[in-house]
């Protein structure tokens, strides 16, 4: 079975600071693609960053980038310059060809 | 921008009721899926849907549930009879892959009192 672990429930950063999610996961499959959902306080789950399993090039978007380390089946994710509206949950979620997602973590911003 | 839309937002409805979510994916997409969140826990994959067929579906997925593309453009998620755990944000989600990136809609809280 595959599983997602996120080992922090809770995080918090002062605006403007950097911030580092992790997340380890477990999987036999050798294809894969890996993503960051963020989910506010609307409960929309927005996509924050993928990463392909195949590149060993770790994928960066704006202010968000991630740590990937396939053999250590990790895959963090680094948010620099935190702003207020990055308050919400975070969810890891490998994608073999459904999404399984960790328990989150909730990450407040603050002034 | 394309996006996932679901409606209602909000279902409320009595135990062993019938319900039907309904979706409109992404109008390219060909991958469909289901999910839901029980308040304060994981988000839980449900139930796959390719080619007018389930491709894969979890253990949640038991004969009290079924899904639809009655159309060209809509997506359904229909629970039987409503059990009161059945309670929870059910999302839909589209994409263009098996592995790509998935697209959610904003939900349907469904309430079973």
């Known amino acids: 079975a595959q599983t997602v672990t996120q080992s922090q429930p809770e995080m918090s950063v002062q605006e403007a600071e950097t911030v580092t999610l992790s997340c380890t996961y477990d999987?036999?499959?050798?294809?894969?693609?890996l993503f960051w959902y963020k989910q506010p306080p609307s409960r929309q789950m927005i996509l924050v960053i993928r990463q392909e399993a195949y590149k060993q090039q770790n994928a960066t978007e704006n202010r968000f980038s991630v740590n990937f380390q396939k053999a250590a089946k990790s895959f963090s994710l680094k948010i620099s310059d935190s702003q207020l509206g990055d308050t919400a949950m975070y969810f890891c979620?490998?994608?073999?060809?459904?999404?399984?997602f960790g328990t989150g973590t909730r990450l407040q911003v603050f002034p | 921008e394309p996006e996932v839309t679901q409606t209602p937002s909000h279902q409320v409805t009595q135990m062993g009721q019938e319900v039907i979510l309904r979706c409109v994916p992404i109008?390219?997409?060909?991958?469909f899926y289901w999910y839901r969140q029980i308040l304060g826990q994981k988000v839980e994959f449900l139930v796959s849907f390719y080619n007018n067929e389930i491709s894969e579906k979890s253990e949640i997925f038991d004969d009290q549930f079924s899904v639809e593309r009655p159309d060209g453009s809509n997506f359904t998620l229909k629970i039987r009879s409503t059990k009161l755990e059945d309670s929870a944000m059910y999302f839909c989600a589209s994409s263009e892959g098996t592995f790509y990136e998935q697209y959610f809609g904003p939900g349907t809280r469904l309430t079973v009192t």
């Open positions: 999987t036999s499959e050798n294809n894969y693609y």
């Open positions: 109008s390219n997409h060909l991958y």
């Open positions: 979620a490998p994608n073999t060809d459904k999404l399984i």
